[in-house]
């Protein structure tokens, strides 16, 4: 099937910094990406969907000035956690397809905010 | 909640029997997927249903869909202790919403 890398896999950082995220799509263009959030023995909760060159849609609860998403072209977007605190520490895996087809995953980022 | 419901939400079996996950959703979908997830990793995409199939076969996999019902199911088959791991379905309409999820444990 279709590439999706994520990049890190694994990120400690300090309480008030900001991390990136990136998700790739790397044999296919992807025009939605999708971004979820997973806590330990959970399911996934989709936080946003992005279609490239317009704005992200966020779910409700999600807060969009806190977790930034990019999407600046057809295989790449990008998910930054804003002054991350410990509680933003979760495991972040993107998704991405072309149109209705189905979609392909990353590996997903371990965050962990110390 | 944008989650569909999966039952149960942890199966154990020893292995060589059959497993079988339940899914059930609320909205519209096109089509219907399931995930293998094992622990602390990425997602494997293992079959993709649409709305207008009722069931689909890929190797030990077999998995049903009723629209009417709004509701999917997954059996594995002949289960290896390597077929341990979580499953989601994941129900596509425009967004892509995952279940809760089963926890399946196969006993060697």
């Known amino acids: 099937g279709a590439v999706v890398s994520q990049h890190p896999s694994r990120v400690i950082c300090k309480s008030g910094t900001s991390v990136k995220i990136e998700c790739r799509s790397l044999?296919?263009?992807?025009?939605?990406m999708f971004w979820y959030r997973q806590f330990p023995k959970q399911s996934l909760m989709l936080m946003a969907t992005?279609?490239?060159?317009?704005?992200?849609?966020?779910e409700q609860g999600v807060e969009k000035d806190k977790f930034l998403i990019n999407h600046a072209s057809l295989t790449l977007s990008t998910l930054t956690v804003t002054s991350a605190h410990p509680e933003d520490s979760s495991f972040y895996i993107c998704?991405?397809?072309?149109?209705?087809?189905?979609?392909?995953f990353g590996q997903g980022t371990r965050l962990t905010v110390v | 909640s944008q989650q569909g419901e999966e039952d149960p939400q942890a199966l154990s079996i020893q292995e060589g029997e059959n497993a079988t996950m339940n899914c059930s959703y609320k909205?519209?979908?096109?089509?219907l997927q399931w995930y293998r997830q094992n622990s602390g990793r990425g997602l494997v995409h293992l079959i993709l249903?649409?709305?207008?199939?009722r069931e689909k076969h890929s190797g030990r996999l077999r998995v049903t869909l009723d629209t009417s019902k709004k509701s999917s199911s997954l059996l594995i088959t002949a289960s290896r202790a390597a077929d341990t791991a979580s499953y989601f379905c994941?129900?596509?309409?425009?967004?892509?919403?995952f279940g809760t999820g089963t926890r399946l444990t196969v006993i060697p």
């Open positions: 909205t519209s979908i096109n089509n």
């Open positions: 249903i649409r709305s207008n199939e």
């Open positions: 044999d296919f263009q992807a025009t939605t």
């Open positions: 998704s991405a397809r072309w149109g209705n087809t189905e979609a392909f």
């Open positions: 994941a129900t596509d309409g425009n967004n892509l919403f």
């Open positions: 992005s279609n490239e060159g317009s704005k992200a849609t966020y």
